[in-house]
Every structure is written in C-alpha cells, then in structure tokens.
C-alpha cells in the first residue's frame, strides 16, 4: 500500500466498499508492526548453571578464594572491581554478561558457595 493510497484512504477519496478492505490492511500492519517491537529478542531468564559460562577472572575472583562457606557479608572487606550480584538457591538469572561483575552464590543461610565472574 503506497503512501498516497494511506492518505486518500484517511482524506475519504477511496471509495466507501473499498475503504473497509484498505483499513484491515492497515490495522494488520500496524498490529504486526506492534507485536513485533513486543517480541523483540532481549535477555534470557534461566538457571544460574545455564546462564553464566566459564569467564577468567575479570571480576578479581584470585583474592576472594578463601571466602566459600563463609557470609557473605565478608565481601563487605574487599574492594571489588565492578558490581555484586547475590544470587539465591533457586533464582533466575538474566544472560547478560558483565565480566568485571563478581556473582556470589549463596545459600538459604547466606554463606558464599560459589564465586564466579559475569
């Protein structure tokens, strides 16, 4: 449909049979055209174990080593390099990537269990 055909159909130069066909077309576009902005990809949800791969060590994972098993709090002592993200038994995690990010995975009582970067 051409810009011109548009604007006659809105300016009422179409004629009334062919208006009703015209604006169907127009409102499937502009519904596909909606609906597909909605699904646009964007992060995955998922487990910890999916979502996070393998990275070396850009978060300074070296000097936090000693700390699994204990509270998490204990990360309070160091200077981290980017961001925390706590991430609780069970939680869902986006599969964004932040390699200066340090991920700290806890248990139910909030001791440390796993120290990965991302």
Do not use: H, K, Y
């Amino acid at each position: 449909m051409t810009l011109f055909r548009v604007s006659a159909l809105f300016a009422g130069r179409i004629a009334p049979e062919r208006r009703g066909a015209l604006g169907r077309a127009l409102a499937v576009v502009v519904l596909g055209g909606l609906l597909a902005g909605c699904l646009r990809a964007g992060p995955m949800l998922g487990p910890v174990d999916e979502m996070l791969p393998d990275l070396p060590d850009s978060c300074g994972l070296a000097a936090l080593s000693d700390l699994r098993g204990q509270p998490m709090e204990r990360l309070a002592d160091f200077r981290l390099i980017g961001p925390l993200r706590v991430l609780w038994p069970g939680q869902e995690i986006t599969n964004d990537i932040v390699p200066t990010r340090l991920n700290a995975e806890v248990d139910v009582t909030g001791r440390i269990q796993r120290l990965i970067c991302g």
